[in-house]
């Protein structure tokens, strides 16, 4: 079952920040993040890992509720080179072989 | 040091034709993917091949074939078009397996059948 994101489309200034949503129904062992501009391929940000690891960009936060199944990515001082989709994916556990991916938020970022 | 390539980036096909989409990475990765994209749906799977000489289904495989044809090259198959397999097919690959490691995706070939 695929993760569910929200919000699904966001426009911000340049400078403003955003935080983007993604919820699943099983307990998770990690989320990983992915931004995808238009008519490119999808570029890796960050794994968060159950237990509190994260790997990934310097830049960009993320956070992971082990809990509530819940990981959400904040976007601080957005930039125009933000703009892109946003997706995020989700393992179920450690030795799982595949990802779940999101459906994706859209983010656009205006002078 | 290319990464993921794909060939070919454009294909239009009619329905009933077969068609092989080629992807290779120079990595050294042990674990391939295939993804289909289309509006709305984000990326979803259809087969991966956690190592070389192995393959398992993904979300979607129906209507699909793939060979892990060494450790670089993972071929995806369609035997007879349908339109509903007008998409973006992404081909991925990570060092390791899917829970632990990023994975590296090709520019996708677009495919439409009519």
């Known amino acids: 079952q695929q993760p569910v994101q929200s919000p699904q489309a966001v426009i911000l200034r340049e400078g403003e920040d955003a935080v983007i949503n993604c919820s699943s129904s099983k307990a998770l062992y990690s989320v990983h993040w992915y931004r995808q501009k238009h008519g490119e391929a999808p570029v890796f940000l960050m794994i968060l890992l159950k237990g509190g690891e994260q790997k990934g960009h310097e830049k960009i936060s993320a956070s992971f509720n082990e809990k509530k199944q819940q990981s959400s990515l904040y976007l601080t001082a957005s930039q125009l080179s933000y703009s892109g989709t946003y997706f995020c994916g989700t393992a179920i556990t450690g030795t799982a072989s595949k990802l779940t991916f999101g459906t994706g938020t859209r983010l656009q970022v205006t002078l | 040091n290319a990464g993921v390539t794909q060939t070919p980036k454009f294909q239009v096909l009619k329905t009933g034709q077969s068609m092989t989409l080629q992807c290779a990475q120079d990595m050294n990765h042990n674990s391939m993917y295939w993804y289909r994209q289309d509006p709305g749906m984000g990326l979803r799977l259809i087969y991966y091949s956690a190592s070389e000489g192995t393959t398992d289904k993904g979300e979607v495989p129906n209507g699909y074939n793939v060979s892990r044809l060494n450790k670089r090259e993972f071929s995806l198959r369609l035997e007879s078009a349908a339109p509903s397999q007008t998409s973006v097919y992404f081909c991925?690959?990570?060092?390791?397996?899917?829970?632990?490691?990023?994975?590296?995706f090709g520019p996708g070939t677009r495919l439409t059948v009519l």
């Open positions: 991925a690959s990570s060092f390791l397996t899917g829970s632990y490691n990023e994975q590296f």
